[in-house]
């Protein structure tokens, strides 16, 4: 019984780190670690990726629209921070708002 309280107070704290944490990252064997979009632009591809499959829209199109928009969400973020602030490393570097889910 203790065992499965332990399962799940655990599974509640990193649920509630994954929900604040400002990047994600996977590590697989062969690729490395490679970075996931937050679940909004998640979404935003996802719905760019439905365009493409029914042939609304062209591919290279959504290349470029998805392309446009993290250019613009990372700029977004620079200037949130202000120029003062130091840069934000990636998503292992130990900081509070980082988190790694390995691949299982």
Known sequence: MADEQSFWQSHRTLAGVARDAERFAVHLPLVGRLGIPRPEQLAYFAGLG??????????????????????????????????????????TDGSPGAAVVPAT
Do not use: F, M
């Open 50 to 91: 439905l365009l493409v499959a029914l042939d609304l829209i062209e591919w290279p199109v959504a290349v470029a629209i998805g392309v446009g928009q993290v250019l613009v969400t990372e700029h977004a973020k620079s200037a949130a921070e202000g120029p003062g602030s130091p840069a934000r490393g990636g998503a």
